[in-house]
């Protein structure tokens, strides 16, 4: 079992992997960095699973918000509908959206490289949903469906200082 000093031994490679100093736990063992000016990448370790949780605000919600995006991240939620393995919730206080998705720390600590690359993808995705909910909230045209993390995003978000 991983323990929160595998943990911190992780982050430290991550650090010097993207250059990002500012990524280091606080005593609960969450480290926050802002990427881009755009997204809190948060990462938190669950000691009893050896998972590391990353989540993201993805977008708040207006009180008025259609029916159409509460349906949209339903379907991502119960379906893994175009989130990548990933899961939304929603704060239910600001009804901010928040991208979810569980590292394993073994695999992401085998491999920073791949774990520093997944988190650009996640980053792309969270593009791809703010964008996509924009349009929902604006009435526009629903947009197309997201690519999964295995595949190429768009996008211009970098993990690395």
């Not at 595998?6 to 480290?31: C, H, M, W």
Request: proline share 6%; with cysteine; net charge negative.
């Amino acid at each position: 079992m991983k323990t929160r000093e595998d943990y911190n031994q992780f982050l430290k490679q991550v650090r010097e992997a993207t250059g990002i100093e500012a990524l280091r736990p606080d005593e609960s063992g969450l480290a926050s960095v802002r990427v881009d000016d755009a997204y809190n990448v948060n990462l938190q370790f669950v000691e009893a699973t050896g998972k590391v949780l990353c989540f993201v605000e993805v977008a708040e919600l207006p009180p008025d918000a259609p029916k159409a995006v509460y349906r949209d991240l339903l379907a991502g939620g119960l379906f893994g509908k175009d989130t990548a393995g990933g899961h939304f919730s929603l704060e239910p206080e600001t009804e901010t959206v928040v991208y979810n998705y569980f590292f394993d720390l073994d695999t992401a600590a085998a491999d920073i490289e791949d774990f520093v690359s997944t988190i650009e993808k996640i980053l792309q995705l969270c593009d791809l949903w703010a964008e996509r909910i924009k349009s929902s909230l604006s009435g526009d045209a629903p947009a197309a469906s997201i690519p999964t993390l295995d595949a190429p995003l768009p996008g211009s978000m970098v993990f690395h200082a």
